[in-house]
């Protein structure tokens, strides 16, 4: 069957060699980034600095030899191409599923190719299994330490996630913590919180809080306590920025509860040599644990106390 790769090409790269070469002898369109950015929905490429003149990157494909066709296409072009005995490619990306679900909806042969080729929204926003060869931990000290991460994270005012975390070193806790608003625990409050004008994963950004593992680390700053060795406890797995922070700080250890790895976090600390261990917990024993993080929780105490008045 005769197959239609369709594509937006910013860079040419080995991800892109790759991806090609399992489709020699195909046909390949290359789409424009002006005409992409008339859509409001991929704004945001206009912040893509990298691209190459479209011309170009047609001559530039064409030198490798591996399609019988390639040429750049206007969206109006498209309906063209449409045809039954086709088998219609796209790179498993933000824009790949744009161009499929606007042009190509009712088209039933349709592929995508789910192999890294640039940071996509989708990559980015997607969470991904921390990957079986990591060590799984049930020792009593792990478990133990683990549900004091959770009392821990009781203590947060934070309205959408309660996240407790611990520092220690020689099976000692050196520093504990949680999520907090800042300047002040009660800031949200005062001022409302800027993430309920998002919804989940977006616009992440806009905090008022910091992250337990952020907070964790820089107090250990504060007090000049050297955290090379350090192994940290966190209810939920880091987020790329804390990660990082993780990475830079010389903690070797990082054990976690639940959560997945979001966007090069785990890379990230795999480049440090930071060992990355689940806390596992049966289902019974995490209803325990989270209905004694509820008892604790500043955010339900603090909402009881306004209803009662």
Not at 54 to 67: E, G, M, R
Not at 151 to 160: M, N, P, R, T
Not at 187 to 214: C, L, M, W
Not at 252 to 280: H, N, P, T
Request: charged share 25%.
């Amino acid at each position: 069957m005769k197959q239609i790769l369709i594509a937006y090409i910013p860079v040419l790269h080995r991800g892109y060699q790759e991806f090609f070469a399992k489709y020699v002898q195909s046909e390949l369109y290359i789409l424009d980034k002006e005409e992409l950015l008339d859509f409001e929905e991929l704004e945001y490429l206009k912040k893509d600095i990298r691209v190459l003149n479209l011309s170009l990157a047609v001559q530039a494909v064409k030198s490798w030899n591996i399609f019988n066709i390639v040429k750049s296409i206007k969206l109006s072009e498209i309906d063209q191409l449409i045809d039954s005995d086709v088998q219609f490619v796209f790179t498993n990306d933000d824009i790949g599923h744009f161009i499929a679900d606007k042009f190509f909806s009712k088209v039933a042969n349709k592929k995508f190719e789910p192999i890294f080729l640039r940071w996509d929204k989708n990559l980015m926003s997607g969470q991904n299994e921390i990957s079986s060869d990591m060590k799984i931990s049930r020792e009593e000290f792990e478990q133990k330490t683990m549900v004091k991460a959770f009392l821990e994270a009781g203590k947060s005012s934070d309205w959408w996630r309660h996240v407790g975390g611990l520092i220690t070193k020689n099976g000692q806790v050196i520093m504990a913590g949680c999520n907090q608003h800042l300047p002040t625990s009660d800031q949200q409050y005062k001022n409302s919180d800027p993430r309920i004008s998002y919804t989940s994963g977006v616009g992440a950004d806009f905090s008022s809080s910091i992250h337990a593992e952020a907070n964790l680390i820089a107090l250990a700053a504060k007090k000049g306590i050297a955290l090379d060795g350090a192994e940290m406890f966190v209810t939920t797995f880091p987020c790329p920025i804390c990660a990082k922070q993780i990475a830079v700080s010389g903690i070797k250890k990082v054990y976690y509860a639940k959560g997945y790895a979001v966007l090069d976090g785990l890379e990230i600390l795999r480049a440090f040599g930071v060992k990355v261990v689940l806390v596992q917990f049966s289902k019974e024993e995490f209803i325990e644990i989270e209905k004694m993080e509820q008892e604790r929780s500043v955010v339900k105490n603090c909402y009881n106390l306004v209803c009662k008045k």
